[in-house]
């Protein structure tokens, strides 16, 4: 089994900075991707960034230039560095991983985000 641990949500105003981080345990080997993805209220769960085990990282349009996310391999944590929030980026932020050669993904239990002001 796989277990992620999401951890860095909060409250913050509008042009703020937070910093998410995810760290995997347990049956972690032959890591693919580690990434986020987040789910507002009423809204479906979307992709937010990527880290893929090649190097390539893989941002959503809305928020190209304002996050970054970075993945310590060693360590088996990936981050997300948000900057300037805006109130749309209000949302519980989930962790997810993929293995090379299982069927089914694993989920964080999420850490919530708030942009107001």
Not at 22 to 42: D, L
Not at 80 to 97: F, G, I
Request: net charge positive; aromatic share 10%.
């Amino acid at each position: 089994q796989v277990q992620l641990v999401e951890s860095g949500g909060g409250l913050v105003q509008p042009g703020g900075s937070l910093n998410l981080s995810c760290a995997a345990s347990g049956n972690i080997f032959s890591i693919h991707a580690m990434g986020w993805y987040r789910q507002a209220p009423r809204k479906e769960r979307e992709l937010v960034a990527t880290a893929i085990s090649d190097g390539d990282l893989v941002y959503a349009g809305s928020v190209k230039g304002r996050f970054t996310i970075s993945r310590d391999r060693a360590k088996n944590t990936v981050y997300l560095q948000m900057h300037s929030l805006k109130l749309e980026d209000t949302a519980v932020y989930y962790c997810r991983l993929e293995k090379w050669g299982d069927v089914h993904a694993y989920w964080g239990q999420g850490t919530q985000v708030t942009v107001s002001s």
